[in-house]
T-cell receptor
Framework: DADVTQTPRNRITKTGKRIMLECSQT?????MYWYRQDPGLGLRLIYY???????NKGEISDGYSVSRQAQAKFSLSLESAIPNQTALYFC??????????????FGPGTRLTVL | LAKTTQPISMDSYEGQEVNITCSHN???????ITWYQQFPSQGPRFIIQ???TKVTNEVASLFIPADRKSSTLSLPRVSLSDTAVYYC??????????????FGKGTKLSVIP
């Protein structure tokens, strides 16, 4: 079984709809992250969480919100989806170490299309 | 905000050594440099991480100069299966208790038979 899972794997929706992407992990890691990937732009950090009570904005948080329901679950929401949110979304986890950039383990990604 | 810069693409023949350099001139003094590999339709996968000088593992080496404003990922004797996109990642503290993780835009490596 995969250590980091994302649901759904693919989603097509319409402008204005509310969308939730879910991430679950069995690695027992405290830190979780949401990224989006666009062609030519690499991965950009949306939100990250160091533990259940900690949520931090990343580089591109506008238009997104997150919820850390438990150590193992981190959800990303688009309250009112717009076409330029069409992208590949990745969830990742890492251990809590002193260094900010410790090894991250990525899920398989969710491909979101907003029409 | 830290900015990372790396070449968009590189080509190499099988069996050659490949070096990919990433510039990160705003890296904070306490941050590591991490490199990831990504295949199509998959999430990135950790390759190697370092703080200074040289780090080597079973798949790659990482060279970091004393000023830490750049790093070079070295892949020895590449094979066709090394065709992928390679990303550098730098974390920079942006305030008390917070930091920004910044990926480079990725270098697409194509290995030619």
């Amino acid at each position: 079984d995969a250590d980091v899972t994302q649901t759904p794997r693919n989603r097509i929706t319409k402008t204005g709809k509310r969308i939730m992407l879910e991430c679950s992990q069995t690695k027992g890691h405290d830190r979780m992250y949401w990224y989006r990937q666009d062609p030519g732009l690499g991965l950009r950090l949306i939100y990250y969480s160091f533990d259940v009570k900690d949520i931090n904005k990343g580089e591109i948080s506008d238009g997104y919100s997150v919820s850390r329901q438990a150590q193992a679950k981190f959800s990303l929401s688009l309250e009112s989806a717009i076409p330029n949110q069409t992208a590949l979304y990745f969830c990742a986890t890492s251990e809590s170490l002193a260094a900010p950039s410790n090894e991250q383990f990525f899920g398989p990604g969710t491909r979101l299309t907003v029409l | 905000l830290a900015k990372t810069t790396q070449p968009i693409s590189m080509d190499s023949y099988e069996g050659q050594e490949v070096n990919i350099t990433c510039s990160h001139n705003n890296i904070a003094t306490n941050d590591y440099i991490t490199w990831y590999q990504q295949f199509p339709s998959q999430g990135p996968r950790f390759i190697i991480q370092g703080y200074k000088t040289k780090v080597t593992n079973e798949v790659a080496s990482l060279f970091i100069p004393a000023d830490r404003k750049s790093s070079t990922l070295s892949l020895p004797r590449v094979s066709l299966s090394d065709t992928a996109v390679y990303y550098c990642l730098v974390g920079v503290r942006s305030g008390a208790g917070s930091y920004q993780l910044t990926f480079g835009k990725g270098t697409k490596l194509s290995v030619i038979p």
